[in-house]
């Protein structure tokens, strides 16, 4: 099992989204986040003062998928999450061994508890 975490633009959120229910991803975690990687912030102007925004506004999605299906679902989010001829802060995209899945619920584990 693999866990894959993106960090993505909030607007490619739908995108991603139904390009990974397309091949039949049913579950997700979504968080809004903040950070700053090249894009190092932008400037803003507030009534008509200037503001520098130093961590911008992400989605960090997190999936735990059997290790056979990563590189489709990171193709998926990868072509999905890409804005128009690829900009800097489209995202990254992060692909993590997992030990153990436990459903709380029911007590199953490994695969069939994702």
Same mark, same amino acid.
């Given at each position: 099992?693999?866990?894959?975490?993106?960090?993505?633009?909030?607007?490619?959120? #739908?995108?991603?989204?139904?390009?990974?229910?397309?091949?039949?991803?049913?579950?997700?975690?979504? !968080?809004? @986040? $903040?950070? &700053? /990687?090249?894009?190092? /912030?932008?400037?803003?102007? &507030?009534?008509?003062?200037? &503001?520098? %925004?130093?961590?911008?506004?992400?989605?960090?999605?997190?999936? @735990? +998928? $059997?290790?056979?299906? @990563?590189?489709?679902? %990171?193709?998926?989010?990868?072509? !999905?999450?890409?804005?128009?001829?690829?900009?800097?802060? #489209?995202? $990254?995209?992060? %692909?993590?061994?997992?030990?153990?899945?436990? *459903?709380? *619920?029911?007590?199953? $584990?490994? +695969?069939?508890?994702?």
């Amino acid at each position: 099992m693999k866990k894959i975490e993106a960090i993505i633009k909030p607007f490619k959120l #739908d995108d991603v989204k139904e390009a990974l229910n397309d091949i039949g991803i049913k579950g997700m975690t979504i !968080s809004e @986040v $903040k950070g &700053y /990687g090249r894009q190092k /912030g932008h400037k803003e102007i &507030y009534r008509g003062a200037e &503001y520098i %925004v130093d961590f911008i506004p992400k989605i960090k999605i997190e999936l @735990v +998928v $059997k290790a056979e299906l @990563v590189n489709e679902i %990171v193709d998926k989010i990868r072509n !999905s999450a890409l804005t128009d001829g690829g900009k800097i802060g #489209d995202g $990254k995209i992060f %692909v993590m061994p997992i030990e153990e899945v436990i *459903r709380v *619920r029911t007590g199953e $584990k490994g +695969v069939e508890a994702i």
